[in-house]
């Protein structure tokens, strides 16, 4: 799954898009405008202690935390930004379920409401951040339906509303961690894509992408931890094994009941050629989640079996690697970002295996239409014409 992987968590999955201008104002600039709290005083201990219970995954916990501070401040979208990120989490842990996603999509709907409002009565920073979020979320909404163009314009709102949220009061820094993640995620995707999103947004940059991530990193109050993650793994992407290995590590300990982050981990493991390292992780990952009588830690099943099989390839052991992807696949199945992709690497360790029949069904089942990935009906069909032959589909 290495860079086409769908990595999840809060700050990651909220950064769908991009930024439409410079931040106004150098960081640690005094503020244009009078900086509320982020929340009402009356939940600031309870948004802080649902961000622990969602960053542990601790899901049922933080929801029931979320509703709670919507019943407190029901006029401020914070409370329905952090319900509808919850269902995003759970929904990338324990698979796609209708419930999650009518979760996410109304408390969206739900923040931007009040956000809106709120900010026809007065001007605030951290609404307009918490309003631009929820505008992100709907646009992974309409993304994930096939609206396309709703989506890019949901993304140009949302990522204005950020900016401003930042321009106005740079002290707003979590707004650095969305905006630092779709400039340096969005600078490594193909020219074309690249050109597109700065005729209709703004380019990509590498350079100011990361130095924003790392200040959201020192300072953010929300999702430092996200920006780290994202740091991590910009450090993989551009070969800093070292610096990648050492964030990773540090990410694993603080939240150790984060499987993401595990992944997270084993995979730079992997970019660095540890292989060892990576399968012992990866082992051990997969002994603690099968332990956790937690949905969302049983969800992440399929994604450590998955990984497990890349790893595998990694050690050329392809008939464990097809072990590996076989599992992912049949326990992938509310996951359908992880299963097709199971199925394609089946049929890879098959055709490496010299079982060319078998290797065409899996090629077949992965051009299924619940599988969205144009990349992954691609690859399925190549293969399914001729042999895979070795060939780097990363």
């Known amino acids: 799954m290495h860079r086409h992987a769908r990595y999840t968590h809060l700050g990651i999955a909220a950064a769908l898009a991009a930024l439409l201008a410079p931040a106004a104002g150098a960081y640690g600039a005094a503020d244009a405008v009078a900086v509320q709290p982020p929340v009402p005083p009356a939940v600031v201990a309870p948004v802080e202690s649902g ?198 590590a540090a990410l694993t300990n603080a939240f150790p009941a984060n499987y993401h982050f595990a992944l997270l981990a084993q995979h730079v493991m992997l970019g660095a050629r540890r292989t060892g390292d990576a399968l012992a ?3 051990h990952t997969l002994a603690v989640i099968q332990r956790d009588d937690r949905p969302a830690a049983y969800g992440m099943i399929a994604d450590q079996q998955y990984m497990l099989g890349l790893i595998r390839i990694a050690q050329t052991n392809y008939q464990a690697a097809l072990t590996h992807f076989g599992i992912a696949a049949t326990v992938g199945r509310n996951k359908p970002w992880i299963q097709g992709w199971a199925l394609l690497r089946q049929g890879m360790m098959h055709d490496v295996l010299g079982r060319r029949e078998a290797a065409r069904q899996c090629y077949a089942a992965a051009c299924g239409p619940e599988y969205r990935s144009e990349r992954l009906r691609q690859f399925a069909r190549a293969f399914g014409a001729r042999p895979y032959a070795g060939e780097a589909i990363e």
């Open 281 to 283: 992780a990866a082992t």
């Open 51 to 248: 961000f622990r219970q969602l960053r542990n995954l601790d899901l049922t916990a933080a929801e029931a935390t979320f509703r709670s501070v919507i019943s407190l401040s029901s006029n401020h979208p914070a409370g329905y930004v952090c319900l509808a990120l919850t269902a995003l989490v759970r929904v990338m842990s324990v698979g796609t379920t209708p419930d999650d996603e009518r979760l996410c999509a109304q408390a969206a709907a739900d923040a931007v409401r009040t956000g809106m409002d709120s900010l026809r009565r007065a001007d605030d920073p951290w609404v307009r951040f918490f309003l631009g979020m929820a505008l992100l979320l709907q646009a992974r909404t309409c993304s994930d339906q096939g609206r396309t163009l709703e989506a890019l314009q949901l993304v140009k709102r949302g990522l204005l509303h950020i900016e401003r949220a930042h321009a106005d009061a740079p002290r707003v820094t979590d707004a650095l961690a969305v905006l630092g993640a779709y400039q340096y995620f969005a600078s490594h995707l193909p020219w074309y894509v690249r050109t597109l999103a700065a005729f209709l947004v703004l380019p990509p940059d590498r350079e100011q992408g990361r130095e924003r991530l790392e200040q959201a990193a020192a300072n953010a109050r929300y999702c430092a931890a996200e920006a780290r993650a994202a740091l991590t793994t910009a450090a993989w992407w551009d070969s800093d094994a070292e610096h990648a290995l050492g964030a990773a």
